[in-house]
């Protein structure tokens, strides 16, 4: 079965610097997501992203987050200048038509992010 | 059921019987439902999603049932197996909204027991 992958599993970074969080999503999938989950709380969502620009994003998403799909596969979430409370779970998903029509997210397995 | 915060509701069961894990949603307006299983270290998994306009969906050793009128979803898992210990969260939406309004539940932590 198809699958979104994710990596690094784990990074480890100092605060302020920038980390660069990878994607693949499914391939016939035309809509991308990114969430977060904090350790023992709910999932989060963060970013849309469809037909190359972004379709909507939360308030955790400010400046200091970016999206990005460099080529025809990847799916990228930049955090420019990482802070102590950025540390959690983040995954990515993609859904092969719009969230709004009903369509399943199928998730990666996270990248678990540490900032210290 | 639900809860928020670092204490996840928790059930065991024994190995072979059936599991019940309930879901009381908030949004009375929600039209579609989605269950997901999270291993540890995993990501969300897709199980099941029913709409409004059914009560009841079947997948494979998994149902569905949602009621509408108390804002309530369950799932059931058939001869519950080790492999289906796991934190189980419901998410909730309007179709037609968007994916920002997928709202998801803290989940409940599933052990089966040998």
């Known amino acids: 079965e198809p699958e979104v992958t994710q990596t690094p599993s784990h990074q480890v970074t100092q605060m302020g610097q920038e980390v660069i969080l990878r994607c693949v999503p499914i391939?016939?999938?035309?809509?991308f997501y990114w969430y977060r989950q904090i350790l023992g709380q709910k999932v989060e969502f963060l970013v849309s992203f469809y037909n190359n620009e972004i379709s909507e994003k939360s308030e955790i998403f400010d400046d200091q987050f970016s999206v990005e799909r460099p080529d025809g596969s990847n799916f990228t979430l930049k955090i420019r200048s990482t802070k102590l409370e950025d540390s959690a779970m983040y995954f990515c998903?993609?859904?092969?038509?719009?969230?709004?029509?009903?369509?399943?997210?199928?998730f990666g397995n996270g990248t678990r992010l540490t900032v210290t | 059921g639900e809860s928020v915060g670092l204490h996840l509701p928790t059930l065991s069961v024994q190995e072979g019987d059936n599991s019940i894990i309930n879901c009381a949603y908030s949004n009375s307006a929600s039209d579609y439902f989605i269950w997901y299983k999270q291993e540890s270290g995993k990501g969300p998994q897709f199980i099941i999603d029913?709409?409004?306009?059914?009560d009841k969906r079947q997948g494979q050793r998994v149902t569905v049932l949602l009621n509408k009128t108390v804002k309530h979803l369950s799932l059931q898992i058939a001869a519950t197996q080790p492999g289906d210990s796991a934190v189980y969260f419901c998410?909730?939406?309007?179709?037609?909204?968007?994916?920002?309004?997928?709202?998801f539940g803290s989940g409940t932590q599933l052990t089966v027991l040998p």
């Open positions: 391939s016939n999938h035309l809509y």
């Open positions: 029913i709409r409004s306009n059914m």
């Open positions: 998410a909730e939406k309007v179709i037609g909204g968007s994916a920002r309004q997928l709202t």
């Open positions: 998903a993609s859904s092969e038509y719009s969230s709004g029509t009903g369509s399943p997210l199928h």
